[in-house]
């Protein structure tokens, strides 16, 4: 007599209780589903991977404080299980997340998108066990080359060093609203703050986080975080009005990258 599957172990990782809420439905309506945990944060997802080990993980890529890859790192790329990628932000690094990782969802994913991603999760897991493998094997190289970044210290910006002449000042990027061309030089727009940082624009925004900044203009690099809405204009361009009531202009060269970081178009 064939013995039964041992049931899967997941683990749904999401800041935002919604977004967690709809897997966790989902996978509850599995009958290969035997377990679902959830962590709210990336501290409780570390802890869950090593104390719980789940089957797979549908991983947040953006979170405050610890973020998806930051929760590769503590728990260490070999160790984690199978791993879903889950992200609002349809950007480069996803090119890398469907080559090398076991799959990704672009939220809001549809039934379809999450069927074909269960479909390739539980193969997977089934070519593992059939096989008596403990390596999960969901991370190829070009992923695990981001990942490596990502985990050392100042390859990604979170600060950004304001030196005047009596005082050097740290400016978290979070806190950044945007960024402008000064010359040769940048200017940082932190609330009604402005500081000027002696670096091209080219250069900074390459060591800002690639899911939270994204470039407009030839001249301006907004944190999507800090805009409020997009006014369309003529000829394919966009105002990007911040929620502080600055309004920037989107021309159209850049409108494909916005596109790509909202995973829609506008």
């Given at each position: ?82 791993t ?58 070009e ?14 910006w ?18 950044i609203d ?81 596109e ?7």
């Open positions: 007599m064939e013995a039964q599957p041992k049931p899967i172990c997941a683990l749904v990782v999401d800041d935002e209780a919604p977004a967690r809420r709809r897997l966790t439905d989902r996978l509850a309506k599995d009958g290969d589903i035997g377990q679902i945990l959830q962590a709210e944060n990336g501290v409780a997802a570390v802890t869950l991977i090593q104390q719980a080990k789940p089957d797979i993980v549908f991983l947040d890529v953006q979170m405050p404080e610890i973020d998806g890859f930051g929760v590769i790192n503590a728990v260490g790329p070999d160790n984690m299980p199978l879903v990628f889950v992200t609002a932000y349809d950007h480069f690094a996803l090119q890398a997340f469907e080559a090398d990782a076991i799959d990704y969802l672009l939220k809001p994913f549809g039934n379809k998108r999450y069927e074909l991603t269960m479909e390739r999760v539980k193969k997977r897991l089934h070519d593992q066990r059939s096989s008596d493998s403990g390596a999960s094997g969901s991370f190829g190289p992923l695990l080359k981001l990942i490596e970044k990502r985990a050392r210290p100042g390859e990604i979170d600060w950004i060093v304001v030196r005047s002449r009596d005082n050097v000042r740290l400016v978290m990027t979070q806190d945007w960024i402008e061309a000064s010359g040769v030089y940048v200017t940082v727009h932190v609330g009604d703050e402005q500081f000027l940082y002696r670096s091209g624009l080219a250069t900074v925004t390459s060591r800002l986080d690639p899911f939270r900044f994204v470039r407009i203009h030839r001249s301006s690099v907004v944190n999507l975080r800090s805009v409020a809405l997009l006014e369309r204009r003529s000829h394919g361009e966009f105002a990007v009005v911040l929620k502080d009531g600055t309004n920037l202009m989107m021309s159209r060269s850049y409108r494909a990258d916005v790509a970081m909202l995973g829609q178009d506008l």
